[in-house]
């Protein structure tokens, strides 16, 4: 019990309540063994006794005020849509030339840390029980991946790559690679603030859950629900896009009825629709991974993805089919380890 409490007291002296020890605890690979060697049933029992016998420290000063994460969040996700919008826009309107590409991916590589917080956004107003006992809980540390980290360069070098390369691949309905396209650059905005939206949750659920399990049971659904969230605003988007190019530039040939959202519902088919959905996921995985702290895994999935999308089209085949076999296998690796670090809390410490 000594060697935890030593190894871990700058931890026990900051946490606000026990189910944070508990995550710290969990976060540097202490389990039911370590629980046992100490005398205890399990983690949070250990947490409960050194938050008991660890003094707290002096609460430091008041930050200035900030805006609430719900104005943040909407500012982040405008910030992120109007930083991505305009190089995919160039390049629909210039052409797919080397001279437009490098340009154009400039502000897409620096998107991320454009996006992110400084320090990280406060959580939501303190709640639950071991909130109403010990007082204000203070602000997490500042999220890793901030503004100008490698993580993010890498991150942002994959989201230029993913949006840029339908516009830079051969052959196609070029005029439909650029609908979908700028339907996902505008996505990015919902991206982001499923992310953080994600992360706010998090941030409630720590506070309100009085163990792991009921932390782990709380945020089980969240991960699917923010995933969703951003896929059904991809949707509408890309719908949207569509119909516009229906009406801008109606395919040759003799006309069909049904009107405006019939021909744009005949623009695009199966094959489009799907790997629309891949390069959603695409988005909004990293995104969730960067802004809880699983910065490397962001860092390294993001360019991942137009990686093997560019492998499988190297191998031939249109380029919603490279989409779905290439990015669609790292889309699934990317769900899976989400799936299996972002309920945890550490991630939302």
């Keep these: 019990m000594r060697e935890v409490m030593a190894e871990h007291r700058e931890l026990c002296e900051r946490a606000v309540d026990p189910l944070e020890i508990a995550a710290g605890l969990e976060e540097a690979g202490l389990g039911p063994d370590a629980a046992a060697r100490c005398r205890h049933a399990d983690l949070f029992s250990l947490a409960e006794e050194l938050y ?16 609430g994460p719900r104005r943040a969040g909407a500012r982040a996700a405008l910030t992120a849509a109007a930083l991505a919008v305009p190089p995919c826009a160039g390049v629909v309107a210039l052409g797919a030339r080397w001279s437009v590409l490098l340009p154009a991916a400039v502000p897409l590589v620096l998107l991320p840390a454009l996006t992110a917080p400084a320090p990280a956004e ?8 071991a909130c109403d006992a010990l007082g204000p809980v203070r602000t997490p540390p500042p999220s ?11 991150y942002g070098l994959g989201l230029a790559a993913l949006l840029l390369l339908p516009l830079a691949a051969p052959g196609g309905d070029r005029p439909l690679a ?8 505008v996505s990015t905005g919902s991206a982001e603030r499923a992310a953080r939206w994600y992360r706010q949750v998090g941030h409630g659920h720590l506070r309100a859950a009085r163990t792991l399990a009921e932390f782990r049971a709380r945020m089980r659904p969240v991960l ?20 516009v190019l229906a009406a801008v530039a109606p395919r040759p040939g003799p006309g069909h009825g049904g009107g405006l959202l019939h021909l744009a519902a005949e623009r695009a088919g199966a094959a489009q629709w799907a790997a629309q959905g891949v390069l959603g996921l695409l988005l909004v995985l990293p995104a969730l991974l960067a802004r809880c702290g699983r910065t490397t895994a962001a860092a390294l999935g993001a360019p991942a993805g137009p990686a093997a999308t560019a492998a499988a089209l190297a191998l031939g085949g249109s380029t919603p089919s490279a989409v779905l076999l290439g990015g669609g296998t790292v889309a699934a690796v990317l ?10 809390a550490g991630s939302h410490r």
């Excluded at 890793?144 to 890498?154: H, I, K, Q, T």
């Excluded at 769900?335 to 945890?344: E, H, K, N, P």
């Design 52 to 67: 008991a016998r660890v003094p707290r420290r002096p609460p430091a000063a008041p930050e200035p005020t900030r805006p």
């Design 122 to 129: 406060p959580g939501p107003p303190p709640g639950g029980p």
């Design 144 to 154: 890793p991946g901030s503004r100008r980290s490698p993580a993010a360069l890498g």
């Design 178 to 185: 650029a609908a979908l396209v700028l339907a996902a650059a």
């Design 224 to 243: 699917p629900v923010a995933v969703a969230l951003h896929l059904a605003v991809l949707a509408v988007l890309t719908y949207a896009a569509l119909a």
């Design 335 to 344: 769900l899976a380890y989400a799936w299996a670090w972002l309920g945890r």
